[in-house]
């Protein structure tokens, strides 16, 4: 028995390090994406003078920063837990989102004031096709990233990476947008389309860091988890004979991992040993269930309506 738990331990702490290994080359990745972009477009911008074009820019600029904090965020998330942090380190990831939204909240308002300024005082839009090209080679490289980071949060269920995903998800739509206002602006003439995508392109960029700001708050308040997953832990505890009940079910998360609290009913007639028995069999299942969750069971003695004592008339 103790040779299985052993071999346990060792094959979650394999998975622990390949998981971090995914969260930080995904963060590598992430930063040298934004920064090769950041280039591209600087460029593409200061020769087209593109209204929507500057948002992407800014967009990406803002990818890079944002890249950087998930980077350092990630790295002390993966700090093992120590005696003045018995939890761990996790909530250094929803600590970087929230910062991501703000700094993606900033950008989208200022970006709508320089689209109000254009629309007031339309200018036109030069060398449309190179901004084109560039907003295609955008695209490209984002869809790349995403793709890998979707990979990456799938493995670890890294939250400060799923923020970052989303956030590079909607650089894509970003994109495409830009290219249909260079179309309209330098091949139709419609000035306007430019700073009228461009404003479209700050609502939705707002909107991303709204959703982004609302989960790192659910999880730096200890949230509890979404009602799927908890009727999925009642099921695995409900699933054991020898368990009459469970009550005090309490649940949160930090980072990739969760926290599983709850109060098994027994029959009191049982052991203390066989009552350890049943408590350890129903936190691996919940471990199998939930990989790499944190799971504290108590035991208590199953009292039926019967048996309950009644005072008073």
Not at 27 to 55: F, M, N, Q
Not at 200 to 212: D, E, N, Q
Request: glycine share 8%; hydrophobic share 50%.
């Amino acid at each position: 028995m103790a040779r299985a738990d052993a071999a346990a331990d060792q094959r979650q702490r394999l998975d622990a390090r390949r998981a971090g290994r995914l969260m930080r080359l995904a963060t590598y990745a992430s930063v040298a994406a934004a920064s090769v972009l950041i280039v591209v477009k600087l460029g593409a911008w200061w020769l087209t003078d593109s209204v929507s074009l500057l948002s992407s820019l800014v967009n990406s600029l803002l990818d890079a920063a944002a890249s950087l904090v998930t980077l350092l965020a990630v790295r002390q998330s993966l700090v093992p837990a120590d005696r003045e942090h018995r939890f761990g380190h996790g909530k250094a990831e929803p600590l970087a989102a929230l910062l991501q939204s703000g700094l993606i909240g900033g950008s989208a308002v200022l970006l709508a004031i320089e689209g109000l300024h254009r629309l007031i005082q339309p200018q036109v839009v030069q060398q449309g096709t190179l901004g084109i090209g560039v907003m295609v080679f955008s695209i490209l490289v984002t869809f790349a990233l995403t793709r890998f980071q979707r990979y990456v949060v799938r493995r670890t269920g890294s939250r400060a990476i799923a923020a970052d995903a989303l956030h590079y998800l909607s650089d894509l739509l970003t994109s495409g947008a830009v290219i249909v206002a260079l179309v309209l602006a330098s091949e139709f003439g419609l000035l306007r389309a430019d700073p009228l995508i461009g404003l479209g392109v700050a609502c939705f960029i707002l909107y991303s860091a709204y959703r982004i700001g609302r989960d790192a708050l659910d999880i730096l308040m200890d949230r509890e988890l979404p009602a799927e997953d908890r009727e999925r832990i009642l099921q695995v505890v409900r699933s054991h004979d020898e368990v009459l009940g469970i009550h005090d079910l309490k649940t949160r998360s930090s980072g990739s991992r969760i926290f599983i609290q709850l109060h098994l009913e027994l029959d009191g007639s049982l052991t203390l040993y066989r009552a350890h028995a049943v408590a350890e069999t129903v936190e691996s299942d919940l471990q199998t269930a939930f990989p790499g969750a944190e799971v504290i069971i108590h035991q208590d003695p199953y009292v039926s309506a019967e048996e309950t004592p009644h005072y008073g008339a």
